[in-house]
């Protein structure tokens, strides 16, 4: 076909072309994500252009809100109800903390710091090495930031800034969750079902290569220790997607519907199946490395008849296919 002839081929340079990738661009979760934080920051951010409410806003420091807002929202996973309560009661609990220690002391420094020795702890544990992160945050975050206003305001009522600053980081850390449960919520069972047929798609892609590479290549290709490397580095990341898909799991089981509780036991299936077809294949693949192509490939075998490899040929294509039509 004569690319000069053809108007009918579509170049990268076109104007649709160029749409399209703005388009499908803009479907991705950075955009998505993009998209909630400036929503939740203007919206939190609107008394501090207003006259009315320009005095308290600087008063009491309720941009906090908003730093919270984007420091706790997440690309993706909005969290569920139990990360919603546990957010807003360290960001109140931080509150609470900060304003016994000031009340015990009197604002005294030395009183603040024990306080805060047995407070902070537990938060950074929970920051650091949990799998809840963001939670301690909240914490750290609530406690650092009211304990010193207190400390250095002179102007509000000590109750009162506790109490006010307690509500803006509520609210900065609330209505992230809030958000992300509206706008393009993380579904765990979508994720599972497009885990799942994206880790098929892999293991045809890691079938094809071991039969290619590794099985039936041809004379003098044998594969090469870059082409080894890069085999082990695929497996290992597959591995990795297999844990996460095992996650989905967890997360899809716990998951609220308001239809029925949602039947795991036919992906948990799926993914056992393709885990242990996974096995096979890197089995496969390590046992390939000390094959000897000769003794299948030789057409002077024993027998006289010669032809063994062309005679397994058709054989060998529809076992190759049938398992790749499977898996596709």
């Known amino acids: 076909m004569d690319a000069d002839t053809d108007?009918?081929?579509?170049?990268?340079?076109?104007?649709?072309?160029?749409?399209?990738?703005?388009?499908?661009?803009?479907e991705g979760f950075e955009t998505k994500y993009a998209f909630k934080v400036c929503l939740v920051c203007v919206l939190l951010s609107v008394p501090s252009y207003?006259?009315?409410?320009?005095?308290?806003?600087?008063?009491?420091?309720?941009?906090?809100?908003?730093a919270m807002s984007w420091i706790v929202m997440h690309p993706q996973i909005g969290g569920n109800l139990q990360d919603f309560v546990m957010r807003a009661s360290l960001a109140i609990l931080g509150a609470a903390w900060s304003g016994a220690g000031y009340a015990a002391g009197g604002g005294n420094p030395y009183v603040m710091a024990v306080f805060a020795a047995v407070y902070m702890p537990p938060m950074l544990y929970r920051f650091t090495l949990?799998?809840?992160?963001?939670?301690?945050?909240?914490?750290?975050?609530?406690?650092?930031?009211i304990s010193q206003s207190l400390v250095t305001s002179r102007d509000?009522?000590?109750?009162?800034?506790?109490v006010l600053q307690g509500v803006v980081f509520l609210v900065g850390t609330?209505?992230?969750?809030?958000?992300?449960?509206?706008?393009?919520?993380?579904?765990?069972?979508?994720?599972?079902?497009?885990?799942?047929?994206?880790?098929?798609f892999f293991m045809s892609v890691v079938y094809r290569s071991v039969v290619g590479r590794y099985v039936y290549f041809e004379q003098g290709k044998e594969p090469t220790p870059a082409e080894v490397e890069r085999s082990e580095i695929l497996e290992g990341r597959l591995r990795e997607g297999f844990v996460r898909i095992r996650q989905l799991l967890?997360?899809?089981?716990?998951?609220?519907?308001?239809?029925?509780?949602?039947?795991?036991?036919?992906?948990?299936?799926?993914?056992?199946?393709?885990?242990g077809f996974f096995e096979y294949l890197i089995s496969v693949r390590q046992a390939a490395l000390v094959y000897q192509p000769g003794h299948i490939r030789d057409d002077d075998n024993t027998d006289g008849g010669g032809g063994g490899a062309q005679a397994l040929l058709t054989y060998r294509r529809d076992a190759v296919a049938a398992i790749l039509g499977n898996l596709y």
């Open 50 to 66: 207003l006259d009315a409410s320009k005095g308290w806003w600087d008063k009491y420091e309720c941009w906090w809100a908003v």
């Open 174 to 200: 609330t209505v992230p969750i809030v958000v992300n449960w509206a706008l393009w919520p993380f579904v765990a069972r979508h994720e599972l079902r497009s885990a799942l047929s994206t880790m098929m």
């Open 250 to 275: 967890t997360l899809a089981e716990k998951e609220l519907r308001l239809r029925a509780p949602f039947d795991a036991r036919a992906y948990s299936a799926l993914a056992d199946a393709c885990e």
């Open 130 to 145: 949990t799998s809840h992160p963001r939670s301690g945050l909240v914490g750290c975050m609530s406690f650092t930031v």
């Open 156 to 162: 509000a009522s000590p109750v009162l800034l506790a």
């Open 7 to 26: 108007h009918g081929v579509t170049t990268g340079n076109g104007i649709r072309y160029k749409i399209w990738r703005v388009l499908h661009r803009l």
